[in-house]
C-alpha cells in the first residue's frame, strides 16, 4: 500500500513490453518522416547555408515571408490554389452524384460493374501516364486536336502548351476525368446503404423516378456528400501536385495559369534552390491547411459527431 | 417495377457516352503507338492508323535493357515497400487496437497527429538528403512510402478492434501464449481482409509513384519505369542521349510513336490486371472514405 503511484505503472510497462516493441518500428519511422520535418519547419526562419549546415544557419527572422509576400507570386499561387480545387470540389461533387445515381439505376448487375471499372480507370493510373494522354491531344505538331479535330471545324492549329488562357479549363477537364470515378465510387457505396423500403413506398404512392432521386437518394446521402466536401475544403491549400507539374509539362509560358503553392514550393527547392522562398511557401501552406482542417472538422461535427475525424 | 424498364435503355446510353470518354485517350494512345512514324507526322496522331508499323516497338526492343532495368527498380520497390510497410503498419496498428495499452490514447494522438499536420516537402527534402543522405538510393523510393502518414495504420487499428475478440487474445495470453505470437498466430490470419486491401492500395501507390524518383533521383540507373516515362514525356530523346540501352541507335529513331509505346509498355500491366484487383480496389477506395 505504500507504493508510489508509478511503481504499478513500471509493472504495467514491463507487463506490455512485447507490445511496446512492436511499435518501434512504426513510431520510428512516423518521427523520421513525420515529426522532423514539422520541427524543420524552422528553416523558414532561416537563411539555409550547405556549408554551414542547416542548424548553424543564420536566423533571419521573418525575411523569408516578406520576400514571399512582397512578390506577386504569393498572391498568384494562392488564388490559382484555391480557384482551382474550389472549381474542383464543385464540379466533381456534382459530377459523382450524378453518375452513382445513374450507376444505381442500371439494373444488369455485370454492365453496372463493367461502367464501374472503366469510370474508376483513370482514377488508377499515375499522371505521368495522364501527361502522355494529354499531350497526345495536344500535341502541337501531331496532337490529335491540332490535326485532325480542329481541321474537321476549319480552325487553326493551336500551340496549347504556350497559350495560358485554355489551360483552367483543360486542367479542370482532366481533373474531372480523373477524379470522378473515385468520388462516384464513394457515392454509390452511400445509396446502395439506403433501405429499398423507402424507394417501394414511393413507387406504391407514385412517385416519379426524378421525384424519388430528389426526395430519397439525394437527401440520404446528403452526410456522406457533406463530409466528403467538408474534407476537401479542409485540404484546399494543397493541389495534385502531378496534375499542375505533369499534365502541362512544366511549360514556363503557362505558369501563371497553372502555378500553385505545391510546383511553386517544388521549384524554388528544385530548380531555383531558393530554399528560404519554398520552405516560407511551404510553411504558410501547412499553417493555413492546419487552420482549415481544424475548422472543417469542427463544422463536421457540430452537424454529426459521428462523421467527425477526431 | 416495371414502368422503369423504359428507362434502362436511356442509362445504358449515357454509360456507353461515359465509358467512351473514359477510355477514348487510352485507344488513342495504343493507335499511335502503332502507327508508322512518317504518317504520324502527316496525320498526328489518330484513332485509326493511316499506315500500320510496330516500328515503335521493335526500336524499343533494342533499347529493352533500359526497359527492363526501370520495370526491374519498379517491380523491387513495389514488393518490398508494400511487404515492409504492411509489416510495419501491422505492428504498429496491434498494440493502439488494445484498450488495455498503457498510454494509448498519447500515441494514437501521435499516430493520428500526422493526418493534420505536415511540415512540407522542404524540410522533408532536406532530412532524407542532407541527415540521412538518401539522394540516389533505392532507399528513397522505398521509405518515404512505407506509411506516409498514420492513416492506413487507423485503417487497420480500426479493424483489428472491431473484429477480434478481445476474449480470445486474454484467453491465449493466460495460456502462455506471448504477445508476438498471438500478433502472428491470431491477429493476422484473422485480419487478412485488411491486410489485403492495405496492401493492394501499397502496391499501387508503389506501382504509380514517380514523385520520389522525381526529387531524389537524379541517377538513370536506378529509374522506375515511372521515372523513365517522366523524363520521356519532358525529353523525347532521353533514352537515345544516356544510351541506356547500351547499343548502337539508329539515327532517326521514330520518336513520335516511341514515346507512345513507352506510355503503353508503362500502362499494360496495370490495366491487365485491373479486372481481377478492382474489386478489393474499390473497396480499399470505400473504407479509406468513411472514419478509420
Redesign the interface.
Known sequence: MAQTGWTPFFKKLKRYRALFLMMIPGIAYLIINNYLPMFGVVIAFKDINYAKGILASDWVGLKNFEYLFKTADAYIITRNTILYNGSFIILNTVMAIAVAILLNEVRAKLAARFYQSVILLPFLISMVIVGYLVLSMLSTESGYLNLNLLPMFGMEPISWYFEPKYWPYILTIVHIWKYTGYLCVIFLAAIIGIDHEYYEAATIDGATKWQQIRAITVPLIAPTITIMTLLAIGRIFYSDFGLFYQVPLNSGPLQPVTDVIDTYVYRGLMTLGDIGMSSAAGLYQSLVGFILVLLSNYIVSRRNKENALF | ?KT?DM??PV??A??II??A???F??V??IM?SITEESA??S?????WPSEFSLEAYSYLWIQKAAMFNSYGITILITIVGTFVGLL??A??A???S?RD??LNSM?SF???F??????????????YT???HMKNTLMALI??G?????FF?LLIRTFFANSIPVQIIESAYIDGA???KI?YSMVLPLSLPILATIGLMLT?NYW????NGL?YITEPNLFSI?NL??RM??NIQFLQQNNLGGQQMSANPPM?SV??AM?VI??LP??LI??FF?KY??KG??IG?V?G
Not at chain 2, 496525320?43 to 484513332?47: E, I, L, Q, T
Request: charged letters at 5%; hydrophobic letters at 55%; one cysteine or more.
Open positions: 417495377m422503369n428507362y434502362q442509362v445504358h449515357i454509360f461515359l465509358v470518354l473514359c477510355l485517350p487510352f488513342l494512345l499511335s504520324i507526322i496525320n498526328g496522331y489518330s484513332f510495419i503498419s505492428l504498429l496491434y498494440p493502439l488494445r495499452l498503457p500515441l501521435l499516430v493520428f500526422t493526418l493534420l499536420f505536415n511540415g512540407g516537402l522542404v524540410p522533408t527534402y532536406l532530412i542532407e541527415v540521412f521509405i518515404p512505407l506509411l506516409t502518414n498514420g495504420i506471448s504477445e508476438f500478433f499501387i504509380n509513384d514517380w514523385f526529387i515511372q516515362l517522366n514525356l519532358v513520335n514515346r507512345m506510355a508503362g500502362i496495370l490495366i485491373y479486372p478492382q480496389f474499390v477506395l470505400t472514405a472514419k
